[in-house]
């Protein structure tokens, strides 16, 4: 066997290594510990996978085939798996409506009345799913904003994503977007229609 095949043999095993710990160890951090914020918490648990199959990188003889450079790669291939794997699976099945949409329709036997889906979602989603306060619990915890007197105000870190978000919607997001059979802009400008009548605003 070459040398190069003897290296990517070493690269496979210990990537496989990695995905296994960094699956035990999301298991066992959501499972056994507290958790503030999911999508946190799962970068977390791809940089602990990152450092433990880093020592036995940098520890184990069988590894002295790969050099100081492919190890290096290797960590930030890591690294870059652990946030694919935090943001496409548990964040990804944590805030999504589409998935809950499937979980509802299932729930209820298989079908739910086109009409009704405006009440599931501000009847039903919201409560079950305790938006309100997991979505507060990630601002808070992102320092983007501040409960002060049952006010919850814009941090300036929130304001700058704010003005960043509002920017890359109203230029960047698709102006011709499907909508149940029509396309639209109106999910660049949401705010378009928005009532100013609002008693809600803090003092």
């Given at each position: 066997m070459?040398?190069?095949?003897i290296?990517?043999?070493?690269?496979?095993?210990?990537?496989?290594?990695?995905?296994i710990?960094?699956l035990?160890?999301?298991?066992?951090?959501?499972?056994?510990l507290?958790?503030?914020?999911?999508?946190y918490?799962?970068?977390?648990?791809?940089?602990i996978?990152t450092?433990?199959?880093?020592?036995?990188?940098?520890?184990?003889?069988?590894?002295?085939?790969?050099?100081?450079?492919?190890k290096?790669?290797?960590?930030?291939?890591?690294?870059?798996?652990?946030?694919?794997?935090?943001?496409?699976?548990?964040?990804?099945?944590d805030?999504?409506?589409?998935?809950?949409?499937?979980?509802?329709?299932?729930?209820?036997?298989g079908?739910?009345?086109e009409?009704?889906f405006q009440?599931?979602?501000?009847?039903?989603?919201?409560?079950?799913?305790?938006l309100?306060?997991?979505?507060?619990?990630?601002?808070?915890?992102?320092?983007?904003i501040?409960i002060?007197d049952?006010?919850?105000l814009?941090?300036?870190?929130?304001?700058?994503?704010?003005?960043?978000?509002?920017?890359?919607?109203?230029?960047?997001?698709?102006?011709?977007?499907?909508?149940?059979?029509?396309?639209?802009?109106?999910?660049?400008d949401?705010?378009?229609?928005?009532t100013?009548?609002?008693?809600?605003?803090?003092k």
């Open positions: 070459g040398i190069q095949a290296k990517i043999s070493r690269i496979v095993a210990i990537t496989t290594v990695f995905v710990v960094l035990a160890t999301y298991v066992v951090h959501s499972l056994y507290r958790v503030n914020v999911v999508f918490s799962a970068i977390l648990d791809g940089v996978a450092l433990l199959c880093g020592v036995l990188l940098w520890a184990l003889p069988w590894f002295k085939v790969l050099g100081l450079v492919e290096l790669q290797l960590v930030v291939i890591w690294l870059l798996l652990g946030y694919g794997y935090a943001i496409s699976v548990p964040t990804v099945l805030r999504s409506l589409s998935f809950y949409i499937l979980e509802k329709l299932e729930q209820r036997g079908g739910i009345r009409d009704a009440d599931v979602f501000t009847k039903e989603y919201v409560k079950e799913h305790h309100v306060d997991v979505r507060l619990t990630e601002q808070l915890e992102s320092g983007t501040e002060h049952g006010c919850v814009l941090t300036d870190k929130g304001r700058r994503l704010a003005t960043i978000s509002r920017f890359f919607r109203n230029h960047l997001l698709p102006k011709h977007r499907l909508l149940m059979g029509a396309y639209s802009d109106a999910l660049t949401p705010f378009r229609n928005s100013t009548d609002v008693d809600y605003r803090c």
